[in-house]
T-cell receptor
Framework: GAGVSQSPSNKVTEKGKDVELRCDPI?????LYWYRQSLGQGLEFLIY????????KSGLPSDRFSAERTGGSVSTLTIQRTQQEDSAVYLC?????????????FGQGTRLTVV | GDSVTQMEGPVTLSEEAFLTINCTYT??????LFWYVQYPGEGLQLLLK?????DKGSNKGFEATYRKETTSFHLEKGSVQVSDSAVYFC????????????FGIGTKLQVIP
């Protein structure tokens, strides 16, 4: 596609339920990133993929959070037993390689609300 | 670890006013520095970047100069427009590593006619 696509754009879920957030990166981009944007906070790094492997999962807040990437393309971020503090906008980005000079392209995000 | 500190908003300016949004960073080595912009209802977009000391990034009338001596990357625009109303994020990517972007908290700019 032309850009990074995320779905759903909005998700309201009940506390304790599991949710899956999807990211379709730009075709051919090998690097994929998940960030979280909470109200009044900056963007918090969650996890990075190079191909299908995740060399850096250091930003995942707890073991309720997991992510996978298949075929070097689509990635899914799963949050189990959601809590109200998980409410945020979850952003996905992709870039063609891991060079520090390379631009990361962001999707529009998934707004998650846990009630 | 790496960090980015930017002035908190919101910043409210009249059209054609001069804009400065301060940004300082902490990082080892020589990171690449970025300003991203998020317009209402849209995703993050790269506004400008600088990859080495004394480089000046510029785009859409915005400028920022990579100052190693003061570890700063302040965003400036000489004459803002209503269409510049958005949230601006200062960010860095560490040198020699993959592109793990560290963001500042974001500064909301509102330009009034």
């Amino acid at each position: 596609g032309a850009g990074v696509s995320q779905s759903p754009s909005n998700k309201v879920t009940e506390k304790g339920k599991d949710v899956e957030l999807r990211c379709d990166p730009i075709s051919g981009h090998t690097a994929l990133y998940w960030y979280r944007q909470s109200l009044g906070q900056g963007l918090e790094f969650l996890i990075y993929f190079q191909g299908n492997s995740a060399p850096d999962k250091s930003g995942l807040p707890s073991d309720r959070f997991s992510a996978e990437r298949t075929g070097g393309s689509v990635s899914t971020l799963t949050i189990q037993r959601t809590q109200q503090e998980d409410s945020a906008v979850y952003l996905c980005a992709s870039s063609p390689d891991t060079g520090g000079d390379t631009e990361a392209f962001f999707g529009q995000g998934t707004r998650l609300t846990v009630v | 670890g790496d960090s980015v500190t930017q002035m908190e908003g919101p910043v409210t300016l009249s059209e054609e006013a001069f804009l400065t949004i301060n940004c300082t960073y902490t990082a080892t080595g020589y990171p690449s520095l970025f300003w991203y912009v998020q317009y209402p209802g849209e995703g993050l977009q790269l506004l400008l970047k600088a990859t080495k000391a004394d480089d000046k990034g510029s785009n859409k009338g915005f400028e920022a100069t990579y100052r190693k001596e003061t570890t700063s990357f302040h965003l400036e625009k000489g004459s803002v427009q209503v269409s510049d109303s958005a949230v601006y994020f200062c960010a860095l990517i560490p040198s020699g590593g993959y592109q793990k972007v560290t963001f500042g908290i974001g500064t909301k700019l509102q330009v009034i006619p």
